[in-house]
């Protein structure tokens, strides 16, 4: 594990963002078209009444996710991002798109779906492990948990995603708080969906 590392934080993807509006090609690239493709068959459910996204970037993915969500509320920690988002969401009134840096910032809600995608990877482990807590917390039971991540590694990251979803996996044993439901391994990334086990009376 890189532990020398540090936090990307919104400092990196403002700048990120302020060099190319659309750093990883989310518009064009076929690789994501089917990466987001494959992200959406994924979800079980239909419709599902919250939803959190966290990483929502330019808001490629938030659109298709809005068709299955009555509220939806999508964060990242690029001040430009997010604007960029809200330009393409701003016709859908169900969605709510805000500028937040998680694990140290986090809505006090609870969720019946948390998609966490290419994020995990740009945190240190003691960040990950904060943000995996508050997470579970807030999955109400029964909910849903889709985890998405590149895989390959990646030099200046502090983690892989291959770690990043170790980490979720480790709660899903007997005693966990997370049933592990589905992988899917493809060359360049991984999907992980979990669900909220009932919490103990």
Known sequence: MNNHKKTLDASYFNALYGNNQDPWNFE????EKNKYA???LMIPDDVYARVFEIGCSNGVLTEMLQNRSQRLLAVDSSRVAVENAKKRLEKYHHVI??????PREFPAL???LILLSEVGYFMVAEELLALRDKLIAALLPGGHLLMVHW???VEEFPLTGDQV???FIEESDESGPLDHLKNRKEP???MDLFKR???PA
Do not use: L
Request: charged residues 30%; glycine residues 4%; hydrophobic residues 30%.
């Open 28 to 31: 064009g690239s076929d690789y």
């Open 38 to 40: 494959q992200t959406m």
């Open 97 to 102: 798109v805000v500028e937040m840096e998680v």
């Open 110 to 112: 609870k969720f019946n």
């Open 151 to 153: 895989t390959p590694v």
């Open 165 to 167: 979803h170790e980490f």
């Open 188 to 190: 360049e990334y991984r």
């Open 197 to 199: 086990k009932p919490v």
